[in-house]
């Protein structure tokens, strides 16, 4: 007889949670996944996936304007219907939640619809009172969007309710300039919004290529959207008209019809009772793991956003797969977190691999930089004065590739197979050995001066 009800209990059917559980399962283990809102978790839920496919639907407010200089009879004011697009951005969510519940159904995985706490090392309470114990238990509980304390916060949403929206405002303050800011911004500009961005130091995109995520900020001013910057928020007071004025440090108040908190995420780990079983938590809320994911509980192990390692969906579907090919699968597995690449889904998208030139240079002494700063030929005919910018970023003494940095049409699709060079250790010269794909943007990474 068996001593545990499940081999494993995962909380949370996010990406990390999700992978976890199907493998594990696979590999034999009795498992169950309990998730309080949907299977899916974040990224398909209410970021990534339907995200991205509001990036795509935005961006033919410019490939519409751009047409008709390819020729095409299009009207000067073409008509946006955002009920449309968000209706049928949602049926897609809905319909990749139904494959992912399946996946797990098919797998043998009991899926839990309720919270599930901590309640010691081995057990749980789930929220219909039901206590259950397991032999091992994965937290997979991810994050959620930090609200900055101020009065009026509650009036501004998040990420998280951005997807809901019943029309398009059309004055928008974003609150940060990180990811979320920066791909929002870019989403509601080309929907009719002015949008401003508020930030509380100078910069964007902290980690990205100073020079890269300069150009973004040019070209986004360019386009018309407004940036302020050394602004701590202070506070929203809501009108009776609905309008919401922001007061910030250092600049004048600013009325607008929404604002978007776009300042990180922190993890969930707050009521989910790891103080019962020893599970430490760092200053940040994330649960301490070490290499293979294990917390300072040695029955309870974390993945993805609730850890304090990198807040991407793929890394928390490796760290998922490692954990149960490490433990259910007799392959014991660890992620490497070297040369991740990522991407910004902004208007145009920037996209880097490896160290940034400053990283570089602190690290390791003497570099050498190569770039190619070109009108792609697409925004020539539009009349589109945009440029793209392509950055390697070289060890001095070996020509070994350590970063790879692109702003411009289409560069994450690059930046994939950029990165697998990157990752393989290639030089310069293999680079310039290898015959331009002509005409493309892509090419220009074998013509780097
Ligand atoms: P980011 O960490 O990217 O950016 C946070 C922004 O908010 C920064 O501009 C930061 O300022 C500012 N900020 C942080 N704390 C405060 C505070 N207390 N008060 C005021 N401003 C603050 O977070 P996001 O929310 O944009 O995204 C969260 C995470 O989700 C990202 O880190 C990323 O890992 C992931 N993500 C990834 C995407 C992708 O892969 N394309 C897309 C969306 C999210 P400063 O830098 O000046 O300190």
């Known amino acids: 007889m068996p001593d545990y009800d499940y081999d494993l209990f995962v909380i949370g059917a996010g990406s990390g949670g999700t992978r976890a559980s199907r493998v594990a399962a696979a590999h034999g283990a009795r498992v169950a996944v ?6 899916g978790g974040t990224c398909v839920i209410r970021g990534c996936v339907p995200k991205k496919l509001l990036v795509y639907g935005s961006h033919f407010a410019e490939d519409l304007k751009d047409a008709k200089r390819f020729g095409w009879d299009v009207p000067d004011r073409c008509a946006f219907s955002w009920p449309t697009l968000r209706d049928n951005v949602m049926a897609e969510v809905d319909r990749i939640n139904g494959a992912y519940t399946a996946t797990l159904e098919n ?5 839990i619809n309720a919270r599930a706490v901590v309640t010691g090392p081995n057990s749980l309470r789930l929220g219909d009172g039901r206590e259950v114990t397991a032999k091992t238990i994965l937290v997979a509980v991810g994050a959620h969007p930090a609200i900055p304390e101020c009065p009026g916060h509650e009036h501004g949403i998040t990420s998280n309710e951005v997807f809901d929206l019943p029309d398009i405002p059309k004055r928008i303050l974003i609150a940060g300039a990180g990811y979320i800011a920066n791909e929002f911004a870019g989403i509601f500009h080309q929907f009719g919004a002015h949008v401003t961005l508020i930030n509380r130091s100078k910069e964007i995109l902290r980690g990205y290529d100073l020079a890269i995520r300069d150009r ?3 070209i986004s001013m360019m386009k018309g959207l407004e940036f302020r910057f050394d602004a701590t928020f202070r506070g929203i007071e809501k009108h009776d008209d609905g309008c919401l004025t922001v007061s910030m440090s250092g600049h004048e108040p600013i009325t607008v019809d929404l604002v978007l908190f776009a300042t990180g995420r922190v993890p969930n780990t707050h009521g989910l009772g790891l103080e019962s079983a020893g599970v430490a938590i760092n200053d940040r809320g994330a649960i301490c793991v070490d290499a293979d994911n294990r917390s300072t509980c040695p029955s309870i192990f974390a993945v993805g956003d609730v ?9 928390a579907i490796r760290e998922g797969q490692a954990f149960a090919d490490t433990f259910f699968g007799g392959k014991p597995t660890r992620i490497d977190y070297d040369c991740v690449p990522s991407a910004v889904f902004s208007h145009p998208p920037m996209a880097g691999v490896g160290l940034t030139e400053t990283q570089a240079r602190q690290k390791l002494g003497t570099v050498r930089v190569y770039t190619a700063d070109f009108r792609p030929m697409k925004n020539v005919l539009a009349g589109r004065d945009e440029r793209a910018l392509y950055k390697m970023v070289c060890h001095g003494e070996t020509d070994r590739i350590v970063g790879i940095h692109m702003i411009g049409p289409d560069v994450p699709e690059m930046m994939q197979v950029a990165a697998v060079a990157v990752k393989a250790g290639l030089t310069k010269a293999d680079f310039d050995a290898t015959v331009a794909l002509h005409p493309t943007m892509a090419e220009e990474l074998v013509l780097l001066r």
């Open 34 to 39: 309990a998730e309080e809102y949907r299977v």
């Open 307 to 315: 850890t304090d390692r990198i807040q991407l969906t793929p890394i």
């Open 107 to 111: 797998n043998g995985v009991e899926i």
């Open 216 to 218: 973004l900020l040019q």
